[in-house]
């Protein structure tokens, strides 16, 4: 049984009806969206922002082909490595994938741990504008004056902001200051609010930290066996380390440094696999707060996900 979170209000139009699978990393989402795909027939948008990029197949755990159960996916491989991700253009795409999913009859099923995207794709979200000269000359600044300097700055404009992201985020400090900078609004005003575009079944899971440590101790330890230092050489050779967004992603990052020399290889899956649970505490931190998710545990995987879907269908079935 789900922890916590309600469906949507009877009486929704079932057309417009999506779910959601959230949750941090390694907990099963995959797995999840597949049976819920095949249960209900469905097709899949993805919603992890390093999944969007070609050829980043190892290191983000990516599907392959052969294993998505002849099941359509959406907003997989449609970015080179060189060019940077955007939450405006991902709300657009992913948007209109899950309409036009919608208008075949099919079951649409979004699915990701990238926090901001999902909401982008579900929530009432305006994106603000930004402004390539004031994002270079803020990013200038930053490299003169250092993140902490930055974070101080953006705690005087902004405390909420501040708050809600980590101080040595310079990406995002960057892009909160460039929003204040452009709209004279705190960055934290234009946040998404907890409110559907459309009927919505948001599904997490997660997984006892122990369990889910190991892991991803293990998938990083699989990511090198199955070849990433030979895809990062490839990518490396089509731009990575020009992709401001790619070339930063876990697992890459460190490839590159190995391929360089400037860490081990022990030290590169270490620090991978330091990097990713860190990145999974955010994510949970990131979903747990929203009292629209229902929470299933997948400490132990079967159980779970067979209860997650169970409680999907149930649910899919009472809003017809």
């Given at each position: 049984?789900?922890?916590?979170?309600?469906?949507?209000?009877?009486?929704?139009?079932?057309?417009?009806?999506?779910?959601?699978?959230?949750?941090?990393?390694?907990?099963?989402?995959?797995?999840?969206?597949?049976?819920?795909?095949?249960?209900?027939?469905?097709?899949?948008?993805?919603?992890?922002?390093?999944?969007?990029?070609?050829?980043?197949?190892?290191?983000?755990?990516?599907?392959?082909?052969?294993?998505?159960?002849?099941?359509?996916?959406?907003?997989?491989?449609?970015?080179?490595?060189?060019?940077?991700?955007?939450?405006?253009?991902?709300?657009?795409?992913?948007?209109?994938?899950?309409?036009?999913?919608?208008?075949?009859?099919?079951?649409?099923?979004?699915?990701?741990?990238?926090?901001?995207?999902?909401?982008?794709?579900l929530d009432r979200l305006d994106i603000p504008p930004t402004d390539p000269?004031?994002?270079?000359?803020?990013?200038?600044?930053?490299?003169?004056?250092?993140?902490?300097?930055?974070?101080?700055?953006?705690?005087?404009?902004?405390?909420?902001?501040?708050?809600?992201?980590?101080?040595?985020?310079?990406?995002?400090?960057?892009?909160?200051?460039?929003?204040?900078?452009?709209?004279?609004?705190?960055?934290?005003?234009?946040?998404?609010?907890?409110?559907?575009?459309?009927?919505?079944?948001?599904?997490?899971?997660?997984?006892?930290?122990?369990?889910?440590?190991?892991?991803?101790?293990?998938?990083?330890?699989?990511?090198?066996?199955?070849?990433?230092?030979?895809?990062?050489?490839?990518?490396?050779?089509?731009?990575?380390?020009?992709?401001?967004?790619?070339?930063?992603?876990?697992?890459?990052?460190?490839?590159?440094?190995?391929?360089?020399?400037?860490?081990?290889?022990?030290?590169?899956?270490?620090?991978?696999?330091?990097?990713?649970?860190?990145?999974?505490?955010?994510?949970?931190?990131?979903?747990?707060?929203?009292?629209?998710?229902?929470?299933?545990?997948?400490?132990?995987?079967?159980?779970?996900?067979?209860?997650?879907?169970?409680?999907?269908?149930?649910?899919?079935?009472?809003?017809?």
């Open positions: 049984m789900p922890t916590e979170g309600q469906p949507n209000p009877e009486g929704a139009p079932t057309e417009a009806l999506i779910v959601a699978v959230v949750g941090p990393t390694a907990t099963g989402k995959s797995e999840l969206a597949l049976r819920v795909a095949e249960t209900l027939g469905g097709e899949i948008v993805n919603a992890d922002a390093m999944q969007l990029y070609r050829a980043m197949d190892i290191g983000t755990a990516k599907l392959p082909l052969t294993q998505r159960r002849g099941i359509r996916h959406h907003q997989l491989d449609v970015l080179d490595v060189t060019q940077e991700a955007s939450v405006a253009a991902y709300q657009s795409q992913a948007r209109a994938d899950l309409a036009a999913i919608r208008s075949r009859g099919h079951q649409p099923i979004i699915v990701g741990g990238s926090g901001l995207y999902v909401r982008a794709a000269q004031v994002r270079a000359r803020l990013e200038t600044e930053a490299a003169q004056r250092g993140t902490e300097a930055m974070y101080a700055v953006l705690l005087a404009a902004d405390p909420a902001a501040a708050s809600a992201m980590e101080p040595n985020n310079v990406r995002r400090i960057v892009r909160a200051l460039e929003v204040i900078e452009l709209t004279g609004r705190p960055f934290s005003a234009t946040l998404p609010t907890r409110e559907f575009v459309a009927p919505t079944l948001m599904v997490g899971l997660r997984t006892e930290r122990p369990t889910l440590d190991e892991r991803i101790a293990r998938r990083v330890d699989r990511m090198w066996s199955d070849g990433l230092l030979d895809e990062v050489r490839t990518l490396d050779t089509q731009g990575l380390r020009q992709g401001r967004t790619a070339s930063t992603a876990i697992g890459y990052d460190q490839a590159l440094a190995e391929i360089d020399g400037t860490l081990t290889g022990e030290q590169a899956r270490q620090d991978t696999t330091q990097a990713t649970r860190r990145f999974a505490r955010r994510q949970e931190s990131w979903f747990r707060p929203d009292p629209r998710v229902a929470w299933f545990d997948t400490t132990d995987p079967e159980p779970g996900l067979r209860s997650a879907l169970a409680w999907v269908t149930e649910h899919a079935a009472t809003m017809d």
